[in-house]
């Protein structure tokens, strides 16, 4: 690997029918194509990794960012905004022909709490004029401080390579995260490993610090409508681990059960949830322990 290898997250947020999926099967080529059935559920967002000579592009299709729409609503916003917040850039992506709409504007005031840089991408300029084009980027520029506007067709490929470019020199040096032949994953890891460290901070109170980390080791659809879910809750010290397990395991189990429900609603199926917990003295300092529990989506 040459010292100019860059890699970042990337997180792609956007209205649906935007074109979020065409520009992903574009990029990544025909072979992450497999998922885009399931990539029609929000319970599998394909996640893509883009690897090149000299860069990894890891593309997060971020879930969330919408108006709240039920119970989850408001934690997976949050979330959505913390994962924004964590990644090297995000991509905003509106559809030419549909120009300027209110659900922009919601989209627009959240990411203002975001810090990463937030490029435009307005795809499907195939179907639009260039002075319309103008116009379009003349509106936006007006609404949010963006990084870039970059004009794109998901569908035809131009401006792809130039855009690629463009993030390529905002993703900061940095290694190979995936293996080059690695191009998806469940991109609500993170989201359900969230679920479960809220459970044990709210129900241990100010027992347990925020230290702790949850790590999801296992997601696996056993049979049609079940997912079975293996995760190591992962404490600094062994008392806090006593704490957490409880009198005779009652703590840890009532964690699981309220964590489940809430996983149930997040895929819209059932879960089986199989929970452990793991002292590691320091785990905060070491990069390599932050990257294995997920801290990098
Ligand atoms: P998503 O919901 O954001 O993932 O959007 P999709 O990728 O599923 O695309 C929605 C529709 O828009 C599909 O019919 C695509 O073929 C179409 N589409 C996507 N990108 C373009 C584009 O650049 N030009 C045109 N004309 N159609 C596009
Ligand atoms: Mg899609
Ligand atoms: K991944």
Redesign the pocket.
Known sequence: MSEEFKSGFIAII?R????????MNQMIGEKIAIMSDKAQTTRNRVQGVLTTDDAQFVFIDTPGIHKPKHRLGDFMVKIAEDTLNEVDAVLL?VNAEEGYGKGDQYILDRLQQVTSPVFLII??T??IESDQLLQLIENYKDKYLFEAIIPI????GHNLPQMQDELKKRIPEGPQYYPADHITDHPERFIISELIREKVLELTREEIPHSIAVAIENIEERQSNTVFIQAVIVTERKSQKGIIIGHQGTMLKTIGQKARKDIEALLGSKVYLDLWIKVKKNWRNSESQLHEFGFRH
């Open positions: 956007g649906p029918n935007v074109g979020k999926s065409t520009f992506m795809n499907k195939d179907l067709s998901a569908l035809t």
